[in-house]
Structure formats: structure tokens, C-alpha cells
């Protein structure tokens, strides 16, 4: 972590005039941590990197506009999740759903084959966690990666997400109770492929 | 569930990082970025440069039509002046107003008939001794002329050429006449005078009547009075004196008050 990362006026005057130095260091620092955040976006490998890369792209050239108003980590993390969602809303994003959807077409509700146990066994808690939360509607997604796995507070999300502290926390709640629902439903015998 | 959550390691599960590769195509599609505002920094260059000779251009063009200009405008107000003058002084109205669908040629050609028509304007009567009286009936003062001539008024022209002796000479006199007078744009008084020389003068070619027709000394008395009248330098005729000399009629004139005097 460098001055970088700092909010100060010097960091600022680094990032204006010299933004190809610092987008390489701005990529070093949150390369890695912005690609698993789109990637809880668009759960994909390959799209995450093309989007990982327009992420970075935006930066350098939104830098001269960043005032230091907020964290350098929060503002890359709108710029992120905004460009996750342009990327969800896109037409290849929603052509790429609808073939997963034609492919599971009739296999909406289907009882497991395997008993609890059996799959409890064959596969890890917290892989069944992760699994339910990546399964969850982004807009209940993201509360619980920013607020969980972000360690953003719910303030910082409001601000991100651009959505009021009450919504965020309703989200949270709601968001939360769909997981115990979806690993309840698991417990019982069923399995909901597509949120 | 809020504990399952946070006892949750999520970053591990998504087992990904950011290539190097993507770093690569990012440094990269930035140099490109880089390169395009460097073209934007020509553009606004080359706009400004090409305005600012734009500007000058229009200025030269602006400059020179400002030096050419002020000739045409004097000239051509001179011009109108000039026509305003003759209109102020013979009282009459004309207007130079330019049909466009009309042939060149035409139009100048009609403007100079105006113009010389406006000229030769009989108009009323002005004392002579006002120098606004019309100096411009040069048509009647050549009818005069051409009138005097034909009756033997004009001994130097005789002199030389002398009167004319064919019909067809004579005819060519009568048609002179006729062409001066049609020339004359008269109105007002002396109007009728003017109708009856021109109805004469047309009779005399009809009839082509011989040189000693009384009908041509009718023809000079009308136009010699009508020049007298109108005109502040009229044709002076030629007259024979009692001696058989031939002396302009002023000198005659002269020589009748010199003697009425010594009496």
C-alpha cells in the first residue's frame, strides 16, 4: 500500500498528473480484490476479467475527476459495480442467461437424488454458502458481498449503490433471510437452480 | 445466519486474480487513449489557425472592397446628383428604375434616352435672365438650323454645301427636322406650337413640296421663334444686309438700333 491509497492532497496530485504511473499502481493494489467483486457480479471467469479490464480502463480516465470526496477503494468499487451492471444488462450478458435458462429448461424444481447427508459430505459448508449467495438476485448479492466480504459499512454502500441507508438495511434483512430460506430448502430435499 | 456469513471466507472461494495479461490490454488500450488527446490537442490548433486566417482573408476581401467601394458609391452619386440637378432645374421627374428581366443593352439604352430626352425638355417659360433657364434644347436649336438652311438663313453652311436641291436632299433636311424634334420632350405652353412644326414638317414630306414652297419659311418661323423662346444660346440666323452683305441677324440687329439711335 503506498501514498497511493492516502487522501491527501499530495496522492491527488499524483493521480491527476500522473495517471498511466498510477493506474499501474492502482491496479496492483486492487486488481485482484475488483476482479472477485465483478466477479460476484457476473459469475463468470472470463467476462469478470473483460469487465475487470474496462473497470481499470474508466479509472484512468475518470482519475482527474476523483477529489477525494470519498475512499479511493469506494470510488473504484462504484466504478466496478457500475460497470458490472452495465455488463448485466447487456445484450450478450442476457443472451448468455437465457441459453443457461433453455439448457435448464424443465428442471426448475427438482428433488435432489442424493440425501442430505450424502451431500453434505460430498461438498463443503461454506462451498454451499457461497454457492447460495452466488445464487441470490444481485441486488440482495451485493449488500451481502459489500457488507460481509467488502467490510464496507452500510453508509459506504448506500453511498456506492447510490440507494438510501434504509433500503441497504432492508436489503441486508431481506437478503439474509432468502439465504436461511434457500439452505432450508436444500435441508428439506430441494434444490432452486436459477434465482 | 449473520454469524455463517461472517465465519465465511469468500475471497477464497472465488479463486481468481486479475492477469497479467489484463493488466497488459489495460496499459495498452491507455497508451492508445493517450495518443488520441494528443490528436484533440492538434485539432483545436488546426481550427484556430485555419479561423484566424479565415478572418484574415475576410478582412483583406473587406479592406479591398472598402477602397473600391467609396469610387463606385462617388461616381455614382455624382451621377445621380448630376441627373438630380437637371431634374431640380426642369422641374421634371423621371425614374431610372431597372427591370431586371430586361436585356443589358436595353436598359442602358433606355437610360440614355431618358437621360438625353430630359435634356432637351421644352418646358416653361423662364425669364432668360435666370440662369436656371433651359440651356439644353439642343434638338430645336438644330432644327433651327437645319430649318435655316432649307430657306437660305444660314449663308456659311450655303457657302459651302449650300441649300439643298433635290427632293431627295430636301427630304433628307425634313426628316433632320423631324428627328430633332421628336427629341424634344415638351409640354405645358408651347406645346401646341411644338404639335404644329412637327405636323408641317411631316406634311412637307408627304407633299414633297419644291424648296420654294412657303410651307418651309412657315416651318423656320415657328422653330426660330420656338428657339428664341426656349433656348438661352439660340441659332442666330444669317441675313442679307440692304448692301448684299450676309451678316448674322444680331448684327443686323445692331446696325438697325445704331441707326434708329443717330435718328
Known amino acids: 500500500m503506498g501514498a497511493i491509497e492516502e487522501k491527501s492532497q499530495q496522492s491527488l496530485d499524483y493521480l491527476h498528473h500522473k495517471p498511466s504511473e498510477s493506474i499501474v499502481e492502482i491496479m496492483n493494489i486492487y486488481g485482484d480484490e475488483i476482479k472477485r467483486l465483478v466477479f460476484s457480479y457476473v459469475n463468470n471467469e472470463v467476462d469478470a476479467e473483460d469487465v475487470t479490464q474496462e473497470v481499470f480502463v474508466t479509472v484512468y480516465q475518470k482519475l482527474h475527476t476523483y477529489q477525494g470526496d470519498s475512499s479511493l477503494k469506494s470510488w473504484i468499487y462504484s466504478i466496478a459495480i457500475n460497470k458490472s451492471k452495465d455488463y448485466l444488462r447487456s445484450w450478450h450478458s442476457r443472451n448468455q442467461k437465457l441459453l443457461n435458462k433453455i439448457k435448464n429448461s424443465g428442471n426448475l424444481l427438482v428433488v435432489s437424488k442424493e440425501t442430505p447427508e450424502k451431500e453434505t459430505i460430498k461438498q463443503d459448508e461454506s462451498d454451499n454458502l457461497f454457492e447460495k449467495i452466488m445464487d441470490l438476485p444481485i441486488k440482495y448479492r451485493e449488500v451481502i458481498v459489500l457488507y460481509y466480504y467488502k467490510e464496507l459499512s452500510l453508509k459506504e454502500i448506500s453511498n456506492i449503490l447510490g440507494q438510501r441507508l434504509p433500503t441497504i438495511q432492508t436489503r441486508l434483512f431481506r437478503a439474509r433471510k432468502k439465504l436461511k430460506d434457500l439452505l432450508l430448502d436444500e435441508k428439506e430435499g430441494y434444490t432452486w437452480i436459477n434465482n | ?263
Open chain 2, 1 to 263: 445466519m449473520d454469524k455463517q456469513l461472517r465465519n465465511l471466507n469468500f475471497d477464497d472461494k472465488i479463486q481468481t486474480v486479475f492477469s497479467d495479461e489484463g493488466r497488459q490490454n489495460v496499459v495498452k488500450r491507455i497508451k492508445k487513449l493517450e495518443k488520441k488527446p494528443r490528436l484533440k490537442l492538434y485539432i483545436p490548433k488546426f481550427v484556430s489557425t485555419l479561423v484566424v486566417t479565415g478572418v484574415l482573408f475576410l478582412g483583406i476581401v473587406l479592406i479591398s472592397n472598402e477602397y473600391n467601394s467609396p469610387r463606385e458609391t462617388n461616381t455614382g452619386s455624382h451621377a445621380s446628383e448630376s441627373i438630380n440637378e437637371s431634374n431640380s432645374e426642369d422641374g421634371s421627374h423621371y425614374s431610372l428604375d431597372v427591370d431586371n428581366n430586361k436585356d443589358p443593352d436595353e436598359i442602358i439604352n433606355g437610360i440614355i434616352d431618358e437621360f438625353s430626352k430630359d435634356q432637351l425638355k421644352v418646358d416653361a417659360y423662364v425669364d432668360r435672365q435666370d440662369s436656371t433657364y433651359n440651356p439644353y434644347n439642343y434638338s430645336l436649336y438644330m432644327a433651327h438650323l437645319d430649318s435655316a438652311v432649307m430657306t437660305g438663313n444660314y449663308f456659311y453652311h450655303s457657302a459651302f454645301e449650300g441649300p439643298p436641291n433635290t427632293i431627295e436632299e430636301i427630304q433628307l433636311y425634313l426628316e433632320s427636322i423631324l428627328e430633332h424634334l421628336n427629341m424634344i420632350v415638351y409640354e405645358e405652353e408651347s406645346e401646341e406650337r411644338i404639335k404644329e412644326v412637327i405636323e408641317l414638317t411631316n406634311h412637307a414630306i408627304e407633299r414633297k413640296a419644291n424648296l420654294d414652297d412657303p410651307i418651309y419659311d412657315e416651318i423656320h418661323d415657328i422653330l426660330h421663334q420656338l428657339d428664341e423662346y426656349y433656348n438661352m444660346n439660340p441659332f442666330i440666323d444669317d441675313i442679307t444686309t440692304e448692301g448684299g452683305a450676309v451678316v448674322p441677324e444680331k448684327i443686323r440687329d445692331f446696325e438697325a438700333e445704331a441707326r434708329e439711335s443717330k435718328k
